[in-house]
């Protein structure tokens, strides 16, 4: 599995952006898929997940209301629509994909994730 994220970049206080994840995978149907963040200096932080089946969403408490994930199968992307952006929300953003052992599992522990891709920054600032 390989994973390609895009979409970050500057943006001020309240603004909206939204990355995207394109996986190569024989069966994206397959795999579970989440977004992480990571700031300088802090642990790696669960952001939003979908299941392999697409129907469960799961988010961290800190993007409750402001985030929103989808996932493409027709083009073997998800995307995380990102809206009312903080000041904290600045960090590295990574998706992970893992084979999903259960079809309805949203997986929000990074160590539950085998594949990841490259990062993708994103600051807010004024």
């Known amino acids: 599995v390989q994973l390609q994220a895009s979409g970050g970049g500057l943006v001020q206080p309240g603004g909206s952006l939204r990355l995207s994840c394109a996986a190569s995978?024989?069966?994206?149907?397959?795999?579970?898929m989440g977004w992480f963040r990571q700031a300088p200096g802090k642990e790696r932080e669960f952001v939003a997940g979908?299941?392999?089946?697409?129907?469960?969403?799961s988010y961290g408490n800190s993007v409750i209301g402001r985030f929103t994930m989808s996932r493409d199968k027709s083009k073997n992307t998800v995307y995380l629509e990102m809206n009312s952006l903080k000041l904290e929300d600045t960090a590295v953003y990574y998706c992970a994909a893992e084979p999903a052992r259960s079809y309805h599992r949203v997986y929000t522990d990074p160590g539950g994730y085998d594949y990841w891709g490259q990062g993708t920054q994103v600051t807010v600032s004024s």
């Open positions: 995978v024989r069966r994206f149907s397959s795999v579970a």
């Open positions: 979908v299941s392999a089946s697409g129907e469960y969403l």
